[in-house]
């Protein structure tokens, strides 16, 4: 399935800022960022409850947000993109 994960870390202080080196960290892990602080990640159910279970151990609730959307296996129809970033396919060919 596919989840929109979106955060907003404060970094007003040193730890906020090594928040959200690790929160991004892990979203590059596991899926594609398509804006600053937007990611796209393609997971299996397991896969998500583990993320999320990570990703809530690194915020600070009191500070920091962390949105999840399940888009779901039919993604493809559920996506509209306009502007400049073309967008990518996340079940598409992987070139290294």
Not at 6 to 28: I, M
Not at 67 to 88: M, T
Request: proline fraction near 3%; aromatic fraction near 10%; charge should be positive.
């Amino acid at each position: 399935m596919l989840v929109l994960v979106t955060y907003d870390v404060n970094t007003e202080d040193a730890a906020g800022r090594k928040r959200l080196r690790q929160v991004a960290k892990q979203c590059v892990n596991y899926g594609q960022r398509v804006q600053n602080s937007v990611f796209e990640c393609l997971v299996d159910p397991a896969q998500y409850k583990l993320l999320q279970a990570r990703w809530l151990e690194i915020i600070d609730p009191a500070k920091d947000s962390l949105r999840f959307y399940q888009l779901g296996n039919k993604h493809q129809s559920k996506i509209e993109h306009f502007g400049v970033k073309a967008s990518y396919e996340p079940e598409g060919v992987l070139l290294v």
